[in-house]
T-cell receptor
Framework: EAGVAQSPRYKIIEKRQSVAFWCNPISGHATLYWYQQILGQGPKLLIQFQNNGVVDDSQLPKDRFSAERLKGVDSTLKIQPAKLEDSAVYLC?????????????????FGNGTRLTVT | RKEVEQDPGPFNVPEGATVAFNCTYSNSASQSFFWYRQDCRKEPKLLMSVYSSGNEDGRFTAQLNRASQYISLLIRDSKLSDSATYLCVVTGSQGNLIFGKGTKLSVKP
């Protein structure tokens, strides 16, 4: 089974520039997540898709971050304009089942991540 | 109270030791619990799910205490290759999966 694919692996940009990341989830996984992981911290959820609909984007800084999953498969995450504090690893994950507020969630499968450095 | 809390460590233990980590969570309605392992500069990988009755996978044992709202991970006979950060994952109040900040384990020869 092919895993979650992400690109690019690394990206270095200057502040105020734009950047985009791409993710292809595991085939058949309806749920796709973007996480931001700053060095020394656990992954923080930015946005969660169920097929092509947004389930949760409450922690996405919408003034500069956007994400889409138009056909319910691949997804892109964009930052425009980037700030120094956006330097982090951006992890894409997918899963089979997403529960409601209290019901069962299946495990997440992560891609290798994109390491972003903003200078 | 944070949704998921873990002791960041580091836990420095000798090979062969037994080590245990705890993780507390705030959402009493949580139904999904996992332990992930993350190696330096790598993505998190599922170590094991945590079931209500507790479960074991080789040297690893996971337990859930709903009354006190914590989960635990016990590693027996530690190996050098167990050195990593262990992330606790719990269903949050919005139904999504919330990660703790992780507990760093270093197993020494």
């Amino acid at each position: 089974e092919a895993g979650v694919a992400q690109s690019p692996r690394y990206k270095i940009i200057e502040k105020r520039q734009s950047v985009a990341f791409w993710c292809n989830p595991i085939s058949g996984h309806a749920t796709l997540y973007w996480y931001q992981q700053i060095l020394g911290q656990g992954p923080k959820l930015l946005i969660q898709f169920q097929n092509n609909g947004v389930v949760d984007d409450s922690q996405l800084p919408k003034d500069r971050f956007s994400a889409e999953r138009l056909k319910g498969v691949d997804s892109t995450l964009k930052i425009q304009p980037a700030k120094l504090e956006d330097s982090a690893v951006y992890l894409c994950a997918s899963s089979l089942v997403t529960g409601t507020r209290s019901s069962y969630n299946s495990p997440l499968h992560f891609g290798n991540g994109t390491r972003l450095t903003v200078t | 109270r944070k949704e998921v809390e873990q002791d960041p460590g580091p836990f420095n233990v000798p090979e062969g030791a037994t080590v245990a980590f705890n993780c507390t969570y705030s959402n009493s309605a949580s139904q999904s619990f996992f332990w992930y392992r993350q190696d330096c500069r790598k993505e998190p990988k599922l170590l094991m799910s945590v079931y209500s009755s507790g479960n074991e996978d080789g040297r690893f044992t996971a337990q859930l205490n709903r009354a006190s709202q914590y989960i635990s991970l016990l590693i027996r006979d530690s190996k050098l290759s167990d050195s990593a950060t262990y992330l606790c994952v719990v269903t949050g109040s919005q139904g999504n999966l919330i990660f703790g900040k992780g507990t760093k384990l270093s197993v020494k020869p």
